[in-house]
């Protein structure tokens, strides 16, 4: 056992200094930095689809009463600020080059990590009491048309979703994101300190 202690303690005491070259962490940023945009691109996507999706209920399905319209508006307009969110954060990331200005870019990225946050703190309490509300006043016609137990079963589904997606997808989706935007971010400090010494 105390061999096994003598061995640990050489292997902790022996550090190792990984040294990337810039070239490798500008490669590897610019990676991470793609990635970003992409996914951006992708969750307004997304919202898009989701609200032409909804707007073609409207479109296509004549309902009774005024409570499913001013439902499908509710979200709609929940889909839309989500949209105008979404794509002010996406122009933060895209609208510049960080290979020739990476302060601005830093400073940039720095300003997209606070507008990511306030998105998934203030926005989405918003953005679920916005869906929540749509989504009650639409399923008041709706659930109308059906049996007791479907009407149940579909009031506990949407409540048990809501309540999945805000606490363990959300928390999920905020760490990932977090970690993503941070360690990008110093990356493109110890870049900028990389060029300060050459």
């Keep these: 056992m105390q061999e096994f202690d003598h061995i ?7 550090t190792v200094e990984v040294k990337l070259s810039s070239d490798e962490m500008l490669a590897q940023a610019k990676k991470e930095v793609n990635s970003m945009r992409n996914r951006s691109v992708l969750n307004i996507a997304g919202m898009a689809i989701s609200f032409l999706a909804v707007a073609s209920l409207w479109v296509f399905f004549d309902f ?3 409570t ?65 509300i749509g989504s009650a006043l639409y399923l008041i016609e709706i659930l109308t048309y059906m049996d ?9 589904f949407t409540l048990l979703w809501m309540i999945f997606c805000s606490t363990l997808v959300r928390k999920a989706v905020i760490k990932r994101d977090k ?6 971010i110093e990356k493109f400090e110890r870049l900028a300190n990389q060029f300060k010494e050459h």
Excluded: C
């Design 68 to 132: 499913t319209y001013a439902g499908i508006t509710v979200v709609l307009l929940a889909i839309a600020a989500s949209i105008l969110m979404l794509y002010k954060g996406h122009r933060l990331i895209s609208n510049n080059d960080f290979t020739s200005h990476p302060n601005e870019f830093l400073m940039r990225l720095k300003a997209y990590q606070i507008s990511r946050s306030s998105l998934h703190d203030k926005m989405y309490w918003i953005y679920a009491a916005a869906l929540s």
């Design 64 to 66: 009774q009463s005024w």
């Design 148 to 156: 007791l137990w479907a009407q149940v079963l579909i009031v506990v």
């Design 8 to 14: 640990q303690s050489l292997w902790q005491s022996h």
């Design 179 to 184: 970690e993503r935007i941070s360690l990008l």
